[in-house]
Every structure is written in C-alpha cells, then in structure tokens.
C-alpha cells in the first residue's frame, strides 16, 4: 500500500475483501460480487476498503446514500452521485455507497414523503445493478451513459449497531428481495479492542501533525492521558476509532485537558505553545 497505513483489528475481513477484490480484477469486471458490509461506526468499514483497493490498484470512489434525493427531485440524484463514472476510463472501479441502511431502515424516515424518496433511490440503485450501463449527469446538464461493467458495489452502513448481520435479517429490515438477488453477499466488521484503538492512536497521522506544531509536547505524554480517557469510556465509546481524533484534537486546543466539560472555543496565535 503506497500510503503506508495498517488497517487494524479486522484480519479476518481484510482476508475475505482482498479474495472478492482480486477475483473482481483478475476476472477483468466478468464477476462482479456486489456485498453488503455492516458493522459499528468508527469500526472501519471506508477505510479498509480505501486500503484494499489501493493495494490492488482500484479506481475508487464513494457515495453517500443518505444524501441521496429520488431521480427527478432536487437534489443530489443516482445520476449525479455516479457522474464520477465519466472520468473512469472505464477502468474498473470500486463505488463505496456510504449510509446505505439510511435508505430502508424503519425510523430514518419522518414522513411519508421521505419514506417514498428513500424506497426510489434503492429502486434505483436496483436498475443500475440490473444493467451494463447507466445514465449518468454529465457537462452543460445532458445525461450522458456510463459503462457500469467494470463497476463493484459495495453497500455499507452502521445497521442501527446490529451484529453479525445476515441476508435473512437484511430482508427483515426492510431490504427488498430483488436487490438481495444482486447482492447475495454480507461481510461485518468487528468491533475495535481496546488494543486496537491503541494502535491506532499510536500510528496516528493527525497526532503526528500536532506533535510537528507543537515541539514542546511529549508524544509518551499526550497518548498516556489519551488512552486513559479510552480505557474508561471504551464500553460506552458510540464512535469507534473516530473518538481517536477527537480526543487528540480537545488535548491539543484545550492545553493538555482532557479531564473537563470546557468547550469554548479556542484562539491559536502564530506561535503556538500548549499552554
């Protein structure tokens, strides 16, 4: 991987996207395994697919589902969310549909009119399956068709925190049988240990950042105070790896403490010192 980063914690999926992955590529796009990949927030789910796919030299890009507006409506419609297909070069391509659960799971929608454009987009996210090309918008706002034979789908989202998902469960949920028929697979991922989140903030790309700002802070320092706030907050952490970042953040603007509600905002001066 030429960025250099570890995905940590989920061995056993990285060994299964790695296999689907490759026999996507190495059929040249004649087996498309479309899956679905559930698992809690902050459990990984983007990046270990970011990784994977740059390994194996994947065009990639992501689309957030729960953004998504029915086709004809204002909004960011299939059509316009999928324009990156243009600038594919038909090269195959891995399309990451973010917050996919959004679409159909009961009590994400507040009226009935929601309901109606969230059941539209899946119905469209169906269509596209279905065929070898779709339109796309495309320059001046004409539709322009985009080759989707070289496209892989993956479905992901939170799932309301659920585990080890299946079909059976997915179907429960609200997700139409024709689209399981197109998309008969399901991966999870794990939920990040303790020591797994350690890891993280150990090899942590934001803290180094800080620790190159601030010369006077001891790196042994920050991550002491920081993996202490996870261990005790670890059963109750809702945001998975996420809460990483936003504890280096809170240290470095609020001088060292983590140990208090002080949310003011914070005024950096051009030279900067922790305290």
């Known amino acids: 991987m030429s960025k250099k980063q570890t995905i940590v914690g989920q061995d056993q999926l990285v060994r299964e ?25 902050g ?8 990784q994977i796919c740059e390994m194996l030299d994947l065009h990639y890009f992501e689309v957030n589902a729960a953004q998504l507006t029915k ?5 960011n419609s299939l059509s316009k969310a999928l324009s990156p297909l243009l600038q594919s070069g038909n090269r195959q391509t ?6 996919f659960d959004k679409l159909f799971i009961s009590g994400n929608s507040n ?9 539209g987009v899946q119905n469209e996210f169906l269509k596209v399956l279905e065929a070898d090309e779709t339109a796309v918008f495309g320059d001046y ?14 479905f992901a989202g939170a799932f309301n925190g ?42 942590s790309a934001l803290l180094k950042n800080y620790l190159q700002l601030f010369e006077d802070v001891d790196k042994e320092t920050v991550e002491y105070k920081i993996k202490a706030v996870l261990k005790d907050n670890y059963e109750n952490n809702t945001l998975g790896a ?34």
């Open 17 to 41: 996207m790695t296999k689907v992955f490759s026999i996507f590529k190495n059929s040249e796009g004649a087996i498309r395994p479309h899956f679905v990949l559930t698992g809690p927030s």
């Open 43 to 50: 459990s990984g789910k983007t990046f270990t697919i970011q």
């Open 71 to 75: 086709e004809g409506t204002s909004g």
């Open 94 to 99: 891995v399309v990451f549909v973010d917050e």
């Open 111 to 119: 009226s009935d009119h929601a309901h109606e454009t969230t059941n």
């Open 141 to 154: 706002g004409k539709y322009i068709n985009a080759n989707t034979k070289n496209v892989l789908f993956v």
């Open 162 to 203: 659920e585990e080890n998902i299946s079909l059976d469960r997915l179907r429960e949920l609200g997700l139409k049988t024709e689209f399981l028929g197109r998309v008969g697979l399901v991966y999870n991922t794990e939920r990040l240990t303790l020591d797994n989140l350690y890891a993280i903030l150990d090899s």
């Open 242 to 275: 996420r809460m990483i970042n936003t504890l280096i953040n809170q240290y470095f603007i609020k001088g060292g403490n983590l140990d208090d509600n002080d949310t003011n905002q914070v005024t950096f001066q051009n030279k900067m010192k922790l305290d």
